[in-house]
């Protein structure tokens, strides 16, 4: 019979080591653990920061009123939607036109221009200054009274489609003749025997024109499904929502009630200037045109020397209100009709004037729109200065990255 071989002998020096041996793999799979828990720990707060908690954290306070880091990158990601098609439209126009070296270096030019906007720096503080002034015109908009209903908010939307619920805009009305002006009526002659007029040839009808086919028109149902398709747009190439790009359309809708509101306080009539002008590039030559004028020389004559010789202009400045030619307001409003005065320096030059006219006028409607412009600055500027803002030393960080692709019929802008 074989020998069974000899059971190991087990000293205590070898249990020693076994049990030194087990306690290490267990301290080295706690480690393992212990590591890999605070790793999934710190994962999933960066993943709770930045999905719920650094969305609620404002990027600038107004007046106690908090701007989100959501709604910043809301707004901050339909600005670069905007720049980034406008960016592939340059660059279009750059293939089409590239063998025009100066065209090219425009375009060129341009697409530079747009990629500083898109900069972080730039574009952040850009946003971050346009939810502040958003803030402010909700808050005076309130004051006053001034709401934007929900319709008004769908049909500008829709309009921005070219889908108009109550019907397309048409153009108002041609003016036409007042009726207190007496039309004049050709006097009656008496008719008098003559000789009977050669009849006409009868002419024969041509074939009829091909009617031109008309148009499909654009309902509802096919707005709603380009609406939803522009939402899925930017939500699936930016970081914006449906709620951002209705917002941004209410605070444009907030902004032009408020420049209206701004546009009922103008006078609608206001004292103004008539005047021409003579430009010259130095006073001294400036002064020898107001020397030759009061010895009688005629206005049209140093006109026709002034437009054949070099760095010279002459102009007809029409009718002008104070602050729209700050440079001249305190010498055509104190000059006499028909009278001269000067020189004064302006941007083009040395200028002579004549005053045409003044009298209290009507403004035009564009002078109305330059009149509710300039209150509207004015407010802006002074409730910026009023108000407590506070702009977050990170906003520019939370600029969210721009996207790499761009759909080419997207219609943010």
Do not use: C
Not at 113 to 128: A, D, H, K, Y
Not at 385 to 411: F, G, H, N
């Amino acid at each position: 019979m074989s020998r069974k071989p000899a059971a190991p002998l087990t000293t205590k020096k070898h249990l020693a080591r076994v049990e030194r041996e087990r306690i290490q793999r267990r301290w080295i799979l706690t480690g393992t653990l212990l590591s890999a828990a605070v790793a999934l720990a710190l994962i999933g707060y960066g993943v709770i920061r930045v999905r719920i908690i650094e969305p609620g954290e404002p990027v600038a306070v107004v007046n106690g009123v908090e701007i989100s880091t959501a709604r910043f990158q809301g707004r901050a990601s339909l600005l670069q939607l905007d720049l980034l098609s406008r960016y592939s439209r340059t660059q279009q126009m750059r293939d089409l036109f590239g063998s025009d070296p100066e065209l090219q270096a425009f375009i060129d030019q341009q697409l530079l221009q747009i990629e500083g906007e898109l900069s972080p720096q730039t574009l952040g503080m850009r946003v971050v200054n346009d939810l502040v002034d958003e803030v402010l015109v909700r808050e005076e908009a309130a004051r006053r009274g001034i709401a934007v209903s929900p319709d008004e908010l769908e049909n500008v939307i829709a309009a921005g489609f070219g889908f108009y619920p109550g019907g397309t805009p048409t153009p108002g009305p041609t003016a036409t003749r007042s009726p207190a002006t007496p039309t004049a009526e050709p006097p009656t002659a008496t008719p008098t025997e003559g000789p009977s007029p050669t009849p006409e040839p009868t002419i024969t009808a041509g074939p009829s024109p091909t009617p031109l086919p008309t148009p499909t028109p654009y309902t509802r149902e096919a707005y709603l499904v380009d609406y939803e398709r522009e939402i899925d747009l930017i939500e699936q190439y930016g970081k914006a929502t449906e709620a951002d790009y209705r917002a941004r359309y209410e605070a444009a809708l907030y902004q032009q009630e408020l420049r209206s509101a701004f546009q009922a306080e103008v006078p609608a009539e206001q004292d103004q200037v008539w005047a021409r002008q003579l430009v010259v590039p130095d006073e001294e030559a400036a002064a020898a045109l107001l020397e030759r004028l009061d010895e009688g020389t005629p206005w049209e004559t140093l006109e026709n020397e002034i437009s054949e010789a070099e760095g010279g202009s002459s102009a007809d400045l029409g009718w002008f209100l104070r602050g729209e030619r700050p440079e001249m307001d305190d010498v055509v409003f104190e000059t006499p009709v028909g009278q001269v005065a000067g020189p004064v320096e302006t941007a083009d030059g040395w200028a002579v004037i004549q005053v045409m006219g003044h009298e209290i006028r009507a403004l035009s409607e564009l002078q109305l729109q330059q009149g509710a412009e300039t209150l509207f600055e004015a407010w802006l500027t002074q409730a910026r200065a009023d108000a407590a803002i506070e702009v977050k030393d990170y906003v520019v960080d939370r600029v969210p990255d721009v996207p790499s692709i761009v759909p080419q019929d997207l219609t943010t802008s």
